[in-house]
């Protein structure tokens, strides 16, 4: 469904929307259709860490209904920090996944993923990070050419996630 971007608002979530957001990632599958590789499966758990400052959940609400959320994660020292991959970050303190994004699939093609990545970025440089990192499945050129238009490049591929293979893309910011 085509809307007004204009009209989509976006708000900081807590802990508590951590259902929204399950319920939303298993509707991404259903709608994928067997189709498991383009997305680590996110858990309470996984969720949960993603809350606490300096790491942001942002909703993007449309007519009251959230129909996207981002996920900027501060990962620091955690083996989750994707700058342990990246020759180019020498502090990986310095460097904020952006872990997810997901735009529920009536909502896709209004250009919602770029918006949450800018947003994310707005308040990664703000809170001091000097660098964004971000993995995306090959199969999912959509994510992909967003994070390009969003000024990332292509570091490496690896396997990640169990042997899921993943292009590690990052931007200095
Ligand atoms: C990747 C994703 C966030 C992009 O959503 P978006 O911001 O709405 O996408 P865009 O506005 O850039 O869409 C551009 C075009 O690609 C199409 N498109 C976007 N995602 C698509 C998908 N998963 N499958 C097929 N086509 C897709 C759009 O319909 C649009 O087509 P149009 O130009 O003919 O209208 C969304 O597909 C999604 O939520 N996927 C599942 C979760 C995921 O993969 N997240 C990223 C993990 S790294």
């Not at 508590?16 to 990632?25: A, F, H, N």
């Not at 292509?154 to 990052?170: D, E, H, N, S």
């Amino acid at each position: 469904m085509k809307i007004n971007i204009s009209d989509v608002t976006y708000k900081p979530l807590g802990i508590e929307s951590i259902p929204d957001l399950l319920e939303i990632q298993e509707e991404t599958f259903e709608y994928a259709k067997g189709d498991t590789d383009f997305l680590r499966r996110n858990t309470e758990e996984t969720f949960a860490v993603c809350f606490p400052a300096p790491s942001l959940v942002l909703g993007a609400y449309y007519g009251g209904e959230m129909i996207a959320f981002g996920i900027l994660h501060a990962a620091g020292e955690t083996k989750e920090n994707l700058a342990h991959d990246l020759d180019e970050v020498t502090d990986i303190n310095e460097n904020a996944n952006v872990k997810l994004t997901i735009v529920r699939p009536a909502y896709r093609g209004n250009g919602l993923q770029r918006a949450l990545i800018t947003k994310l970025e707005e308040h990664a440089r703000a809170a001091g990070f000097k660098w964004l990192s971000s993995t995306v499945s090959p199969g999912n050129p959509w994510s992909k050419n967003n994070l390009e238009a969003c000024g990332f490049t292509t570091a490496k591929i690896l396997q990640k996630y169990g042997g899921m293979q993943r292009i590690l893309l990052c931007k200095k910011i």
